[in-house]
T-cell receptor, first 114, second 112 residues
Framework: DGGITQSPKYLFRKEGQNVTLSCEQN?????MYWYRQDPGQGLRLIYY???????QKGDIAEGYSVSREKKESFPLTVTSAQKNPTAFYLC?????????????FGEGSRLTVL | GDSVTQMEGPVTLSEEACLTI???????????LFWYVQYPGEGLQLLLK?????DKGSNKGFEATYRKETTSFHLEKGSVQVSDSAVYFC???????????FGTGTRLQVTL
């Protein structure tokens, strides 16, 4: 089955540690996205990438980093510089440059900082 | 900048009741409008969309009409089911950019 796989589903981190969230898609989509979801705030865009080896900052990129070395993979690193990292993180992809606006989402990763 | 405003939830309805979830937007240019749904423990999935004024998007008994004059895209369903219990997000996209702007989401709970 084609889809987007995020791992791990739940992750706990101590303050000061970096953590990397995985996102893999086998839909052959060109564009990939990372969103953060907080209660009462909806989804906010962290980073997105429309082609391999290229990515752009979203609205809340500070404290995060990404890479796009392969078309099917778009990992997100939450660094120690992110002041409030506890959240639900959603990865998404779309064919082409995303002009249709139809995003395909993974099931999410919930990060808790202890 | 672009923004989407949704009615606050939770919305609690009995099965077979009528549903309306309000959504209004502010955008430069002529946005495309979307409703996404998030079932418990899952990611979001596209429910319906409309790309120009007066278009009506529909899917699974839900519908929404793009009203440019009132900058609204309210989600409606004539008879909800327990399986419709989820969080519903209104979103917009302007221009050719691939970025979506989401509302805060409205939780719907349907009871027997």
């Amino acid at each position: 089955d084609g889809g987007i796989t995020q791992s791990p589903k739940y992750l706990f981190r101590k303050e000061g540690q970096n953590v990397t969230l995985s996102c893999e898609q086998n839909l052959n989509h060109d564009a990939m996205y990372w969103y953060r979801q907080d209660p009462g705030q909806g989804l906010r865009l962290i980073y997105y990438s429309q082609i391999v080896n290229d990515f752009q900052k979203g609205d809340i990129a500070e404290g995060y980093s990404v890479s796009r070395e392969k078309k099917e993979s778009f990992p997100l690193t939450v660094t120690s510089a992110q002041k409030n990292p506890t959240a639900f993180y959603l990865c998404a992809s779309t064919p082409g440059t995303g002009n249709t606006g139809e995003l395909f989402f993974g099931e999410g990763s919930r990060l808790t900082v202890l | 900048g672009d923004s989407v405003t949704q009615m606050e939830g939770p919305v609690t309805l009995s099965e077979e009741a009528c549903l309306t979830i309000n959504c209004t937007y502010t955008a430069t240019g002529y946005p495309s409008l979307f409703w996404y749904v998030q079932y418990p423990g899952e990611g979001l999935q596209l429910l319906l969309k409309a790309t120009k004024a007066d278009d009506k998007g529909s899917n699974k008994g839900f519908e929404a009409t793009y009203r440019k004059e009132t900058t609204s895209f309210h989600l409606e369903k004539g008879s909800v089911q327990v399986s419709d219990s989820a969080v519903y997000f209104c979103a917009l996209k302007t221009g050719t950019a691939s970025k979506l702007t989401f509302g805060t989401g409205t939780r719907l709970q349907v009871t027997l």
